[in-house]
Nanobody
Framework: QVQLVESGGGLVQPGGSLRLSCAAS????????IGWFRQAPGKEREGIFC????????WYADSVKGRFTITKDNAKNTVYLQMNSLEPEDTAVYYC???????????????????WGQGTPVTVSS
């Protein structure tokens, strides 16, 4: 069964950190372009980070620049989103997604991805 499973979300204070995981099964992540999206209440889903399957090129939104980083562990078939210096504005449900086609439009439209995880909620609040 082809699926993505996110984990690692939760409640964190402003300025804190979280690491989200996105584990793939049924396919190899290194053959896909991977994206991280988030959707805040009442807002559209927005792309914040992309990493290509090969050669591992990355794109990230200005809103997370310098605070979020993405890494891949091919042995574990997992992608991680390290989020530092979290702000209340980062509160959202975070999703990872995979595309079998190369992503060439940034920010990436959600319709470009054909495999989605269920999402993991992140709340930044004191």
């Amino acid at each position: 069964q082809v699926q993505l499973v996110e984990s690692g979300g939760g409640l964190v204070q402003p300025g804190g950190s979280l690491r989200l995981s996105c584990a793939a099964s049924g396919f190899r992540l290194d053959n896909y372009d991977i994206g991280w999206f988030r959707q805040a209440p009442g807002k559209e889903r927005e792309g914040i980070f992309c990493i290509s399957g090969s050669p591992g090129l990355t794109w990230y939104a200005d809103s997370v620049k310098g605070r979020f980083t993405i890494t891949k562990d091919n042995a574990k078939n997992t992608v991680y989103l390290q989020m530092n210096s979290l702000e209340p504005e980062d509160t959202a449900v975070y999703y990872c997604a995979a595309s079998s086609s190369a992503i060439s439009t940034y920010p990436p439209p959600p319709s470009s991805y054909d495999i989605w995880g269920q999402g993991t909620p992140v709340t930044v609040s004191s």
